[in-house]
């Protein structure tokens, strides 16, 4: 309690995520072969992202409100700073990587763009009428564009869900949810002709990995065979055979699930599923009781954008989703979006902290 | 809005919300559900099945790496080739005695302490099953050493591997580029598998913009590994398909001639075959070497570079942005004939001018004046008041239209990356980029192409192309084809004409090239003294870019002034003037007057194309 009064910290949320950076550090030492500079490393960004949390927990969300519009412009501005100098910045500049701190525009926009469409559309009452719809729909469009253009599909994806995710929790109808995912489906056919020939094959091979064995589904049956021999209790810890003779592909980002569920079998997967919904409950509930539309909105998006990115990840591990570059949240080492999760989980921490004692 | 219905419609908004962050937490639930139902029925429905996959797993894909491209020059001359290095690896599990294996190693090939070092970490923190690079770029002498003696030490092996290599230093740098190793940065947009096995990626220049040619594909080797991962036999294998060979319209002698007649002045020597738009020359001096970025270079090796006052990293031939001087005025006046300027009408030149109600005097070049000039005149005396004259009564516009048609201020579109545009100002050019007005004195300095103009070396030496063709306009290649590498086929880039400038008026073109070639060869011509003794006619226009402004009243004294402020020698021309078989554009940063510094550079540079290298020129790949 007195951490609470005095960070603004959420004791569950803190602890939950504290567990999740110990337990990445004990799959990662595996994973990395033993390699203790990778631990320093991956400790430093966790630090960083509860420094960052930390700060974020301590702003109060009438201000988060208020510079909505802001840090949207801001990152808006950034996305397009990016393709402009992207272009020139080709030149002898790309090979010096001396490891400063790199900073993606498109990071910003994964928080920006729920934050956004909330402020938007709780201007008027919900649920959003046409106007407001189109506006949000513009407004999640822009960026994720941009973020196209990089190219970096992935992360464009991430954003315009999470974009999404709060057009659906401020009350679209239903029906409308229902037709425009019947229409999205219709369309998928033709979405299918602007993928790339190796993003087809990673599609088609979702469906049957072994028709590719040593091709395409390479990766896909290398990975469902460490998850499926882990068996009931793992092979144990620095004990997995598919891991350690290179079987797996990057193991240590992508594809850290297939080594932990190889090592640390069914039981391993229940615990660490346990604990993802444990953080993502903790986020609903505090959406859930938030004081404002607007806090309700943003902490419900940002909690099931987390899922989304747990439910992927594994997913694309196990072989049930396409394999996609998406991180397991907190657990794969590294990626600039470690800070990003983790200014989520600060916003999440400061609605939940600076509630008043009356409704506004 | 009254605070009644805020809250009202607050309590509804919550209720909404509320209700919809539950079905989400359903849909959660159940989605989690599935994940848990995927993990039983891998982990613990099929396990058996997986786990006796797993304990056969002993087929492991091996990336099989393509040969990158090698690139050449229209003779067949290497200019970024691969090269065997040889490493000794060794495999900790294999080895009894680390210790007295070193020893035995040591004996054949020199190990640093650092290597030793390097080595030691690894055995610490790498899996003991996996080959660790003890000794990398061994000597001739120490490849044979160790393969004479391989045999006593089992477990320690001789690798090879393809490293790029640049054979001449850093001639070819601004051309070529180099490959460097992938960073953070490509992995972000290539596609990764297709890179598998291989380390290093374009990073500029031909080796930059050609990236997808000189790649390959990679191959695939099925193999049987042991319980250890060692490798036991192989099973299957796809061929890696090797990067195709690019052969340019670069003379690479010629380009290193060239690099050389500048001598110590930095610049650029672009030549062109103008009927084709290909590249003959694209020389900027100074140099660097490319060499060390394959590996990565110190961060203070690169540091030196970047802040070497010279700027050897600037690639003046390309992105080297110069005001024309009087090289611009053949264009002004095909500009000025196009738009019904009489040819034979006379300016009077006093040696200077003076726009109507101002004091500010206008220098011609020559003091004294050139007394009265005519078009033809003024391009081979090069009078400045003549294209005053001429820039006021066309007006801006109308110089920025006569730059642009002929591909000056604007991208050529070359094959390399990073081509700036350069500027033909405009007064709504200004208005945008400074908020300022355009004044009336700034169109009289663009008509001796000073002020804002700015071109580009290859600019310069393509719209002298463009001259040479009598209106056509080429666009410049590098690349003249690719060749695949294991049938040998060639895939020729076709020459692109992009338009017809000024087509209907041949007299317009007979009349400056006229006056281009009295620049050489008449008994006036600026540069006439280059051009003694020449086995060939030419045409061609000397420029002398001013670095500083001189102020009013002051005279430019050379001697006087710091290296760095003089002005720049420009020269552009093109030979045969009746069959031209090249321009070419030379800009000697500081050099002085365009005719005593540049036009002599050119006239080299033509000779050694149309005549042959001079004996003096070294040119141990040719001979």
Redesign the interface.
């Known amino acids: 309690m007195r951490l609470e009064r005095a960070f603004r910290m959420d004791a569950p949320l803190f602890l939950g995520l504290l567990a999740l950076g110990g337990l990445s550090l004990v799959v990662l030492y595996s994973a990395g ?5 990778l631990l320093y490393r991956q400790s430093f960004r966790l630090l960083i992202g509860l420094a960052v949390m930390g700060v974020l927990a301590r702003i109060s969300p009438e201000t988060f409100t208020r510079w909505t519009p802001f840090i949207y412009g801001f990152g808006m501005a950034c996305l397009v700073l990016v393709l402009v100098v992207g272009i ?1 910045g ?3 500049q ?5 490891g400063v701190v ?1 900073f993606q525009p498109a990071e910003i926009m994964k928080l920006g763009v729920p934050m956004m469409v909330a402020w938007w559309l ?1 201007r008027n ?3 959003p009428g046409w106007r407001d719809l189109g506006l949000a729909v513009l407004i999640i469009g822009a960026p994720t564009m941009l973020v196209v253009l ?3 599909l992935g992360t464009a994806v991430l954003i315009a869900a999470a974009g999404v995710l709060v057009i ?4 679209l109808s239903w029906r409308l949810i229902v037709i425009l995912a019947g229409a999205a489906g219709a369309l998928a056919p033709v979405g299918w002709l602007f993928l ?1 020939e ?1 993003q087809q094959r990673r599609i088609l091979t979702l469906f049957d990995p072994w028709s590719d064995p ?1 091709g395409a589904g ?1 990766h896909t049956i ?1 990975s ?9 209790s793992g092979k144990g810890w620095l004990n997995g ?2 891991s ?4 797996i592909p990057e193991r240590g980002t992508d594809f850290i699930f297939a080594v932990f ?1 190889e090592e640390f ?2 039981y391993g ?2 615990g660490m ?1 346990a604990l993802y ?1 444990f953080l ?2 903790r986020g ?1 509930y505090i ?2 009781y938030a004081q404002g ?1 607007y806090t ?2 943003v902490a ?1 998006s940002l909690s ?1 954008t987390f ?1 989304l990115y747990v ?1 992927v990840n ?2 694309m591990v ?3 989703v396409p394999v996609v570059g998406v991180p397991l949240p907190l657990v794969s080492y590294g990626g600039t979006s470690m800070v990003t999760l983790m200014a989520g989980f600060g916003i999440l921490m400061s609605i939940h902290s600076h509630k008043k004692l009356m ?1 506004k | 809005m009254s605070n009644g219905i805020r809250i009202q419609d607050y309590l509804s908004d919550t209720k909404l919300v509320q209700s919809r962050l539950i079905a989400a937490s359903i849909f959660v639930l159940l989605l989690c559900g599935v994940l848990l139902w995927r993990l039983f029925d891998l982990q613990i429905a099929q396990n058996l099945r997986f786990d006796t996959l797993s304990q056969e797993n002993r087929i492991r894909l091996m990336p099989l790496p393509p040969v990158r491209g090698q690139i050449y020059d229209r003779h067949g001359v290497p200019l970024a080739q691969n090269l065997p290095v040889y490493a000794i690896e060794i495999q900790p599990d294999r080895i009894d005695d680390m210790e007295a294996t070193l020893d035995v190693v040591s004996r054949m090939v020199t190990l640093s302490d650092e290597e030793l070092v390097q080595f030691r970490k690894a055995l610490r923190t790498r899996p003991r099953f996996e080959a660790q690079v003890l000794k990398s770029g061994l000597s001739d002498e120490e490849v044979a050493r160790f393969s004479a003696n391989q045999h006593l030490v089992d477990g320690v092996e001789l690798t090879a591997r393809l490293r790029r290599y640049y054979p001449h230093d850093g001639e070819m740098v601004h051309v070529v580029g180099y490959v460097g190793r992938i960073s953070e940065d490509d992995l972000g947009r290539i596609d990764r598998a297709a890179y598998r096995g291989t380390d290093y990626i374009g990073k500029l220049g031909v080796e930059e913009r050609y990236e997808n040619e000189l790649l390959g594909e990679v191959g695939y080797e099925e193999v049987e590994t042991n319980a250890h991962g060692k490798i036991v036999r192989v099973v299957s294998s796809k061929k890696s398909v090797a990067g195709k060979d690019l052969f340019l319209s670069i003379d690479a002698g010629l380009q290193m001639a060239a690099r050389e007649y500048l001598g110590d002045f930095k610049g650029a020597v672009v030549a062109v075959e103008p009927a084709t738009g290909s590249v003959l020359a694209f020389a900027s001096n100074p140099i660097y070497d490319p060499n060390p970025f394959v590996e990565g270079i110190s961060s203070r090796d690169y540091q030196a570079l970047r802040q070497d006052p010279d700027r050897p990293l600037l690639n003046r031939a390309l992105n080297g942005r110069y005001a024309p001087g009087s090289t611009i005025k053949p264009f002004f006046a095909m500009g000025a004939l196009d738009n019904g300027v009489d040819p034979a009408r006379t300016t009077y030149c006093p040696g200077y001018f003076t726009l109507p109600g101002s004091s500010r005097q206008y220098r011609c070049w020559r003091r004294e004046g050139h007394g009265a000039m005519n078009l033809h005149d003024a391009i081979v005396r090069s009078c400045d008041v003549y294209f005053y004259q001429l820039a006021r009564a066309l007006g801006i516009e109308k110089l920025s239209e006569a730059m642009l048609r002929f591909g000056l201020g604007r991208t050529t579109g070359i094959d390399l990356s990073g081509e700036p545009s350069g500027l033909a100002p405009t007064p709504e050019w200004k208005q945008n980029s400074r908020g300022e007005v355009w004044y009336p004195g700034e169109t009289i300095s663009a008509g001796i192409g000073q002020g804002y103009t700015l071109v580009t070396p290859l600019q310069l030496a393509m719209a002298t192309a463009t001259i040479a063709n009598r209106g056509k306009r080429m666009l410049p290649r590098i690349v003249d084809h690719a060749r695949d590498a294991s049938t040998g086929t060639p895939d020729y880039v076709e020459p692109q004409v992009l338009e017809q400038v000024d087509a209907d008026s041949p007299d317009h073109y007979r009349r400056v090239v006229d006056a281009m070639t009295d620049v050489l060869h008449g008994e006036r011509g600026t540069a006439r003294g280059s051009a003694r003794g020449a086995e060939y006619r030419y045409a061609g226009k000397t420029g002398t870019a001013q670095v500083i402004g001189i102020a009013q009243g002051e005279r430019y004294d050379e001697d006087a002034i710091a290296e760095q402020f003089r002005d720049h020698a420009l020269f552009i021309a093109f030979a045969p003037v009746d069959d031209p078989k090249i321009a070419v554009a030379v800009i000697a940063e500081n050099g002085g007057g365009g005719s005593r510094t540049a036009a002599p550079i050119a006239r080299k540079v033509m000779d050694y194309y149309l005549i042959g290298p001079p004996e003096a020129v070294e040119n141990p790949d040719e001979a």
């Open positions: 072969n033993q390699d203790v500079d020139v080709k030149g002898a790309r090979w010096l990587d001396l790199q709780t009452p919900l649920p990089q190219p970096d659906l929790l401020a009350g790339h190796y040593l390479y290398q469902i065979i460490a998850v499926g021999s882990g068996g009931l055979s598919q350690h003779l290179d079987f569920a079998g069914f997967g229940i599923i919904i993502v409950g609903l959406s859930f539309t309700r909105l419900g099931l899922f439910f594994i997913g196990s072989g049930i409704p």
